[in-house]
C-alpha cells in the first residue's frame, strides 16, 4: 500500500530544494545587476525558470526585493570537477554562503560513491558549454517558420520531441537567442546555459546505479544547483531512476 502522506511530503520536500535553489538564483542575479527585469538578462533569465516551475509570482517579488536589500544572503559561486566511479565525468556547479562547508560536502560525496575530486580545469576537454531552450509548442504556432526565426536569431540546433522544442546555442549566442525568443513573445519554460559533454560513457546497471547515487546526493545538496555529467543513459535505465 502506498502512503501517500509519506509521498505527499518528498514531494513537497523536493519542490522545496527546486525551488531554494531557484531563489538563489534570483538573489544573486538581482543583487549583481539590479532589480530591473529588463536591464538584467540573467534576472529575466531566472524568473523565465521560476516561473517554468510554477514558483509563485510573490514568491519571485519577495526574493528580488530581499536580494536588493541590505541583508540580502551574500552567495559565491563556485564549480568542482571530478569522475564518479568507473570513469564518469561530473561537473557539479554551486551557489554557497560558505565554502568550506561546500567543498567538504561535495568532496566527502564524491569519496563515499567511488569517486574523486578533481582540480577545476580538468574536464575541460569533456564539456562545451551550450545555451539550451526548452519551448512548449502550442495551438497555432506555426513550428517551421518559428525554427527558422530562431535559427536566424542565432540558433545552433533546432529538436522538435514531444510537443516541445529544444534550441541550443553556442555560449556565446545565448543572449541574442534569449532577445530574438522576447522579440517573438515566445516564452522558454526552460532555459539555461549547460555543460554539454563531447564524449559518453555507457555501463551496465549496477555500476549506472552506483554513478545515480553519486549524482542524486550531490544534487539533493542545497549548495548545489546543477549536475552535469557524462553518462550515456539507456531507455531502460531511465526507468530505474
Do not use: W
Not at 523565465?48 to 541583508?71: F, L, Q, S
Not at 568507473?86 to 569519496?111: H, I, K, M
Not at 555507457?202 to 546526493?217: C, G, H, P, R, S
Not at 544547483?225 to 553518462?231: A, D, E, I, P
Amino acid at each position: 500500500m502506498v502512503d501517500h502522506k509519506t509521498q505527499k511530503g518528498a514531494i513537497d520536500a523536493k519542490r522545496g530544494k527546486l525551488f531554494t535553489k531557484l531563489i538563489k538564483e534570483i538573489t544573486i542575479a538581482a543583487r549583481e545587476g539590479g532589480a530591473e527585469p529588463e536591464a538584467n538578462p540573467r534576472l529575466r533569465l531566472a524568473i523565465v525558470n521560476a516561473k517554468g516551475n510554477n514558483m509563485p509570482k510573490e514568491n519571485i517579488e519577495r526574493a528580488i526585493k530581499k536580494a536588493t536589500g541590505a541583508d540580502a544572503d551574500q552567495y559565491i559561486a563556485v564549480t568542482y570537477e571530478g569522475y564518479a566511479s568507473n570513469g564518469v565525468a561530473v561537473y557539479v556547479e554551486c551557489l554557497t554562503d560558505n565554502t568550506n562547508r561546500t567543498v567538504s560536502n561535495v568532496r566527502a560525496a564524491f569519496s563515499k560513491y567511488g569517486g574523486n575530486l578533481g582540480t577545476n580545469g580538468s574536464l575541460e576537454f569533456i564539456f562545451g558549454r551550450k545555451g539550451v531552450f526548452n519551448i512548449e509548442i502550442t495551438e497555432g504556432m506555426d513550428e517551421d517558420e518559428l525554427i527558422l526565426e530562431i535559427i536566424d536569431g542565432g540558433a545552433e540546433d533546432v529538436t522538435s520531441e514531444d510537443g516541445y522544442l529544444t534550441v541550443t546555442c553556442e555560449m556565446a549566442n545565448f543572449g541574442a537567442v534569449q532577445k530574438k525568443l522576447e522579440e517573438l513573445e515566445i516564452e522558454a519554460e526552460n532555459a539555461e546555459l549547460q555543460r554539454i559533454p563531447n564524449t559518453l560513457v555507457t555501463l551496465d546497471n549496477e555500476a549506472f546505479a552506483k554513478v545515480m547515487k553519486l549524482i542524486d546526493v550531490l544534487e539533493d545538496n542545497d549548495d548545489v544547483q546543477k549536475v552535469f555529467h557524462n553518462l550515456d543513459i539507456t531507455e531502460a535505465q531511465m526507468e530505474l531512476i
